[in-house]
């Protein structure tokens, strides 16, 4: 069946250092995946996608990783800053695009 | 600030209980998810409405129900409520159906707590 998940539920990484958060996907079908960030009290925020075509794209100080061979996909930040403490979700989609299935989350504290 | 307007942002009731919790969308969006996040676990996908029509069903209880209205915001029904549904609520939406993507955002969530 379809799952998402995360190898570590918590990281804690120094302030300037860079962080990398790991998922593994079971479902070969997907087809796009996308990395959120949550902020305690708020809803998922998007940070960055990534089709399954593709096998790097990056952003303003994030990169994310997709290796199909091994069903990994990972999300790296450069120089954390406080303000990236947060849960990271990564969440997988098939064809068609009806539901996003997450995984269960890192929580990425940055210590100064 | 999503777009996406989320109410209440707190509830607390008691078992047995009915509640609705209410998502207005983001302007121009026509989709509307609902999920279910318990603790510090990953969401659940709950349900789709797609302009007023259910167009996707996940893990959704029998007691739980929804709808979108031709104003296009949504409520979600929970009914005969129990201590193992306390978790936090969101709404996601998005401008089409099968754009669950870059298009969607979430709403800030609804917490509810069953005692």
């Known amino acids: 069946g379809e799952s998402v998940g995360l190898h570590l539920p918590t990281l804690s990484v120094q302030e300037g250092d860079n962080s990398i958060i790991n998922c593994a996907y079971s479902?070969?079908?997907?087809?796009?995946f996308i990395w959120y960030k949550q902020e305690s009290g708020k809803g998922p925020q998007f940070i960055i996608d990534?089709?399954?075509?593709?096998d790097k794209r990056q952003g303003q100080r994030v990169t994310v990783l997709l290796n199909k061979t091994v069903k990994h996909l990972s999300l790296q930040i450069a120089a954390t800053q406080p303000g990236d403490s947060a849960v990271y979700f990564c969440?997988?989609?098939?064809?068609?695009?009806?539901?996003?299935?997450f995984g269960q989350g890192t929580r990425l504290t940055i210590n100064p | 600030d999503s777009g996406v307007t989320q109410t209440p942002k707190h509830l607390i009731t008691a078992t047995g209980q009915r509640v609705t919790l209410r998502c207005s969308p983001r302007s121009g969006d026509l989709s509307v998810y609902w999920y279910q996040q318990s603790l510090d676990q990953g969401l659940q996908f709950l349900i789709q409405y797609y302009n007023g029509e259910e167009r996707a069903k996940g893990n959704i209880l029998e007691r739980f129900s929804a709808q979108q209205f031709p104003d296009l915001h949504s409520e979600l029904n929970l009914s005969s409520l129990e201590l193992g549904d306390s978790a936090l609520y969101f709404c996601?939406?998005?401008?089409?159906?099968?754009?669950?993507?870059?298009?969607?955002?979430f709403g800030q969530g609804t917490r509810l707590t069953v005692v």
């Open positions: 969440a997988e989609t098939g064809q068609g695009a009806q539901k996003l299935v």
């Open positions: 990534i089709r399954s075509n593709m």
């Open positions: 996601a939406s998005s401008v089409g159906p099968g754009k669950m993507n870059t298009e969607a955002f």
């Open positions: 479902n070969s079908a997907s087809d796009y």
